[in-house]
């Protein structure tokens, strides 16, 4: 177990001005107060916490995170208290400690909507104060790394954790080895026979190839200071098991496959040195095409900046290469944490600057306002995971703005990434100059020109299409708004009627002091409740005015077959009892009545599962979640709805001379069991401009067949045409339409 002076001393080495008495105090405190508890694996409970802030040194961070890592369980685990912990070092301190205290009782990996709401609060305390994370992170580390002790249960669920949040944070936020460090801790225990594997492969390749990194580095070392480059460094090492075993998986490679088992790194002094070592490595050895990659230039969303290239290296072999400044590499080691050692220091010649605010941090905020938009918890798990995992494609705007993208990504996706709006109205792409379908998937250095409408409303088909969690969310907000805003443009129009014909007059304004009646707390969601049949107009017409007398009347049919109805739009209506005959009577199909276009896309309106056409009388019935659905009123289905005449709505078709859609209708076919029949019956079809949807067929008797169709015509004289034309053909015994 590390001593409390060991701690000390590891601070002191990057920052002699050390408030050692603070750490002292921190230590004592926690020794304290954790007294006799121990570990799982017996040690001192104290001990956990104390490798924790050895950890952080690494970072070099200052002695307040040091000293929160000393007590970051107490106020969990003991009898310590936030108020002790602000007495006695101060708000600051105290405040981390019981942050990391609340998300310390995170169980991530639970049901869905528990990890989501987990993760939320999870962000929303690194947000507060970014060394939450870095004390998170060590913790989770320490506890990795003594995973052993546990049973083999929670080793698995600790580990699927770790590597489904825990790692892909660490990336997201520029600690690339204490990712790689947390996968491969996961990695042994959620699959320890790959994992067995692929280290004794590792281990026989090392042994086999015994000195040849050295050998590499001292050539490459030796070429490169010779050239000028004094100062530089090379350092090379092996792949991570989980590195290899990740890219065995993706490009679907065996290990003997695998050429790029060793990276270096070639550290250099400022950023013109960077292409100077560059173009001395290309010009000594091969490049492989499509291997080099600018991220000084384009930096990544976590602050990674290097130029990496891959060449065929001494001793023939391919070789990994990344070159930075010293700078670039602390950044890359360390991400965020790194900040902290630059930001009151000069930066060496040729170096930028780096904001303390860094674009790893950015993201996060980014995240954290989607919370705001008012996603459900699995849309937010799913956006976040998929923010956290996805490699990255940097794109340009036609202003020259850059847009880093997941791997994958489409126009969607970057028109989504500019501004939400700007995904909303997008319609069309132009990439790289030419006009391009929205399902491309972007490369590196595309520019990407978004081409809008302003009455456009996102497909939610697009959702399948796109692959950032933003453009996800966005889609599926859009499209639950225009559904609302359809359902509630047709619940106005029938609360309109409905007041109109008890001789009222509605107004959004007169149903706000009936609202907690209606069980809505907003005007718009009950109108909408109106649309989709969830709210009855009457009972919003006896809110609004109580002393409403309800005039409708439903009487048993008397000795001639006939009974009156008023409709749910308040007209009484004299109907037959038979339904094939419903309508004859009707005016309801007069200016008053709902107009209905039938057209695809629109939510709130349904027809029967045996169609309607424009010609077809027709009646509306009001369904709780799916609005309207039309049936033609020879529809059997109406005789179930007899005695719920509330539900019926006075509709008619509103088709114009450019109308261009087509209805569905569905016929029945007896005909004769014999070669060519179907081919006349689907030649009769094609040249009548009819299209066939769906054809089913069985056997009636020895000699004769029966067809069902569903077929897509203009409107009924169209397909009365049609009807009387196969009735014609020699082989068809009988043609009738079909009403469910």
């Given at each position: 177990?590390m001593?409390?002076?060991?701690?000390?001393?590891?601070?002191?080495?990057?920052?002699?001005?050390?408030?050692?008495?603070?750490?002292?105090?921190?230590?004592?405190?926690?020794?304290?107060k954790?007294?006799?508890?121990?570990?799982a694996?017996g040690?001192?409970?104290?001990?956990h916490?104390?490798?924790?802030?050895a950890i952080?040194?690494?970072?070099h961070?200052?002695?307040?995170?040091?000293a929160?890592?000393?007590?970051?369980?107490?106020?969990?685990?003991t009898t310590?208290?936030?108020?002790?912990i602000?007495?006695?070092?101060g708000?600051?301190?105290?405040?981390?400690?019981?942050g990391?205290t609340?998300i310390k009782?995170?169980?991530l990996?639970?049901?869905?909507?528990?990890?989501?709401e987990n993760?939320?609060?999870?962000?929303?305390?690194?947000s507060?104060?970014?060394?939450?994370?870095l004390?998170?992170l060590a913790?989770?580390?320490?506890?990795?790394?003594?995973?052993?002790?546990?049973?083999?249960e929670?080793?698995?669920r600790?580990?699927?954790?770790?590597?489904?949040?825990?790692?892909?944070?660490?990336?997201?936020?520029?600690m690339?080895?204490?990712?790689?460090?947390?996968?491969?801790l996961?990695?042994?225990?959620?699959?320890p026979?790959?994992?067995?594997?692929?280290?004794r492969?590792?281990?026989?390749?090392?042994?086999r190839?015994?000195?040849?990194?050295?050998?590499?580095?001292?050539?490459?070392?030796?070429?490169?200071?010779?050239?000028?480059l004094?100062?530089?460094?090379v350092?090379?090492?092996?792949?991570?098991?989980?590195?290899?075993?990740?890219k065995?998986?993706?490009?679907?490679?065996?290990?003997?496959?695998?050429?790029?088992?060793?990276?270096?790194?070639?550290?250099?002094?400022?950023?013109?040195?960077?292409?100077?070592?560059?173009?001395?490595?290309?010009?000594r050895w091969?490049?492989?095409?499509g291997?080099?990659?600018?991220?000084?230039?384009?930096?990544?969303?976590?602050?990674?900046?290097?130029?990496?290239?891959?060449?065929?290296?001494?001793?023939?072999?391919?070789?990994?290469?990344?070159?930075?400044?010293?700078?670039m590499?602390?950044?890359?080691?360390?991400?965020?944490?790194?900040h902290?050692?630059?930001?009151?220091s000069?930066?060496?010649?040729?170096?930028?600057?780096?904001?303390p605010?860094?674009?790893?941090?950015?993201?996060?905020?980014?995240?954290?306002?989607s919370?705001?938009?008012?996603?459900?918890?699995e849309?937010f798990?799913?956006?976040?995971?998929?923010?956290?995992?996805?490699?990255?494609?940097?794109?340009?705007?036609?202003?020259?703005?850059?847009?880093?993208?997941?791997?994958?990504?489409?126009?969607?996706?970057?028109?989504?990434?500019?501004?939400?709006?700007?995904?909303?109205?997008?319609?069309?792409?132009?990439?790289?100059?030419?006009?391009?379908?929205?399902?491309?998937?972007l490369?590196?250095?595309?520019?990407?020109?978004?081409?809008r409408s302003?009455?456009?409303?996102?497909?939610?088909?697009?959702?399948?299409?796109?692959v950032?969690?933003?453009?996800?969310?966005?889609?599926?907000?859009?499209?639950?708004?225009?559904v609302?805003?359809?359902?509630?443009?047709?619940g106005?129009r029938?609360?309109?009627r409905?007041?109109?014909?008890?001789?009222?007059?509605?107004?959004?304004?007169?149903?706000?002091?009936?609202?907690?009646?209606?069980?809505?707390?907003?005007?718009e969601?009950?109108i909408?409740?109106?649309?989709?049949?969830?709210?009855?107009?009457?009972?919003?017409?006896?809110?609004?005015?109580?002393?409403?007398?309800?005039?409708?009347?439903?009487?048993?049919?008397?000795?001639?077959?006939?009974?009156?109805m008023?409709?749910?739009?308040?007209?009484?209506?004299?109907?037959?009892?038979?339904?094939?005959?419903?309508?004859?009577?009707l005016?309801?199909?007069?200016?008053?009545?709902?107009?209905?276009?039938?057209?695809?896309?629109?939510?709130?309106?349904?027809?029967s599962?045996?169609?309607?056409?424009?010609?077809d009388?027709?009646v509306?019935?009001?369904?709780?979640?799916?609005?309207?659905?039309?049936?033609?009123?020879?529809s059997?289905?109406?005789?179930?709805?007899?005695?719920?005449?509330?539900?019926?709505?006075?509709?008619?078709w509103?088709?114009?001379?450019?109308?261009?859609?087509?209805?569905?209708?569905?016929?029945?076919?007896?005909?004769?069991?014999?070669?060519?029949?179907?081919?006349?019956?689907?030649?009769?079809?094609?040249?009548?401009?009819?299209?066939?949807?769906?054809?089913?067929?069985?056997?009636v008797?020895?000699?004769?067949?029966?067809?069902?169709?569903d077929?897509?015509?203009?409107?009924?004289?169209?397909?009365?045409?049609?009807?009387?034309?196969?009735r014609?053909l020699?082989?068809?015994?009988?043609?009738?339409?079909v009403?469910?």
């Amino acid at each position: 177990m590390m001593r409390q002076y060991e701690l000390v001393e590891r601070v002191q080495k990057y920052k002699p001005d050390v408030n050692e008495a603070l750490l002292n105090k921190a230590y004592v405190y926690a020794m304290q107060k954790h007294g006799q508890q121990k570990r799982a694996s017996g040690d001192p409970y104290i001990s956990h916490p104390l490798e924790v802030a050895a950890i952080l040194t690494e970072m070099h961070l200052d002695e307040s995170t040091i000293a929160v890592a000393l007590l970051h369980d107490t106020i969990e685990d003991t009898t310590a208290t936030r108020a002790e912990i602000d007495d006695l070092f101060g708000e600051d301190i105290g405040a981390l400690v019981e942050g990391l205290t609340k998300i310390k009782k995170l169980d991530l990996v639970t049901k869905k909507a528990k990890q989501a709401e987990n993760l939320r609060k999870l962000l929303l305390a690194i947000s507060d104060d970014v060394r939450v994370l870095l004390v998170k992170l060590a913790d989770r580390l320490h506890n990795m790394r003594t995973l052993d002790h546990m049973s083999a249960e929670k080793r698995a669920r600790i580990s699927e954790e770790t590597m489904d949040i825990y790692a892909p944070l660490a990336g997201r936020m520029g600690m690339q080895d204490m990712r790689e460090e947390l996968e491969n801790l996961s990695f042994r225990h959620i699959n320890p026979e790959a994992f067995e594997t692929v280290t004794r492969r590792l281990n026989e390749l090392s042994t086999r190839n015994e000195g040849l990194i050295k050998k590499i580095e001292d050539e490459l070392g030796e070429l490169i200071q010779a050239r000028g480059l004094v100062g530089a460094v090379v350092k090379g090492r092996q792949k991570k098991p989980y590195s290899v075993f990740k890219k065995m998986q993706s490009k679907s490679l065996s290990f003997e496959q695998l050429s790029d088992v060793w990276g270096f790194r070639i550290i250099v002094a400022d950023i013109p040195d960077c292409y100077r070592a560059l173009g001395i490595v290309h010009t000594r050895w091969r490049v492989v095409p499509g291997r080099f990659k600018d991220y000084i230039s384009t930096p990544k969303q976590n602050d990674y900046q290097s130029i990496h290239t891959t060449i065929v290296g001494p001793s023939r072999q391919r070789i990994e290469l990344q070159i930075r400044t010293r700078h670039m590499h602390e950044i890359a080691e360390y991400g965020i944490a790194a900040h902290t050692l630059y930001k009151d220091s000069v930066e060496p010649a040729g170096e930028v600057k780096m904001s303390p605010k860094s674009n790893a941090y950015s993201w996060l905020r980014r995240t954290i306002e989607s919370l705001a938009e008012g996603d459900n918890p699995e849309e937010f798990l799913e956006h976040t995971k998929l923010e956290l995992f996805q490699d990255q494609v940097f794109c340009f705007t036609p202003k020259g703005q850059l847009i880093a993208l997941p791997r994958g990504a489409t126009p969607i996706d970057f028109a989504y990434a500019v501004h939400t709006n700007i995904g909303d109205t997008c319609v069309g792409a132009k990439i790289n100059g030419r006009i391009m379908p929205l399902v491309t998937r972007l490369n590196n250095g595309d520019e990407v020109e978004i081409v809008r409408s302003g009455i456009q409303v996102p497909p939610p088909a697009w959702e399948e299409i796109v692959v950032t969690g933003k453009a996800r969310a966005a889609i599926r907000r859009a499209t639950r708004a225009a559904v609302r805003k359809q359902y509630s443009g047709l619940g106005y129009r029938i609360l309109e009627r409905t007041f109109e014909r008890a001789g009222k007059s509605f107004t959004r304004e007169a149903m706000k002091p009936v609202l907690h009646r209606l069980g809505h707390k907003d005007i718009e969601d009950a109108i909408a409740a109106v649309g989709r049949g969830e709210l009855s107009s009457l009972d919003v017409l006896r809110a609004v005015f109580p002393d409403h007398q309800d005039e409708r009347v439903t009487v048993k049919p008397q000795d001639d077959g006939w009974f009156n109805m008023r409709s749910a739009a308040g007209m009484v209506f004299k109907l037959p009892n038979r339904p094939k005959d419903m309508f004859d009577m009707l005016e309801g199909e007069g200016p008053e009545a709902l107009p209905i276009r039938g057209l695809s896309g629109n939510a709130e309106v349904h027809f029967s599962a045996s169609g309607a056409v424009p010609g077809d009388r027709i009646v509306g019935i009001m369904e709780k979640d799916r609005g309207i659905t039309i049936y033609p009123i020879q529809s059997p289905s109406l005789q179930k709805f007899d005695d719920e005449s509330e539900r019926w709505i006075d509709v008619r078709w509103d088709l114009d001379e450019a109308n261009n859609t087509r209805f569905m209708a569905r016929i029945q076919i007896n005909a004769l069991n014999e070669p060519g029949t179907l081919a006349e019956i689907a030649q009769s079809i094609a040249t009548s401009d009819i299209n066939i949807r769906t054809l089913s067929m069985g056997q009636v008797a020895a000699d004769f067949s029966e067809f069902q169709l569903d077929l897509e015509v203009w409107d009924l004289r169209q397909l009365n045409h049609l009807v009387t034309q196969i009735r014609e053909l020699p082989s068809v015994s009988t043609v009738k339409r079909v009403f469910e």
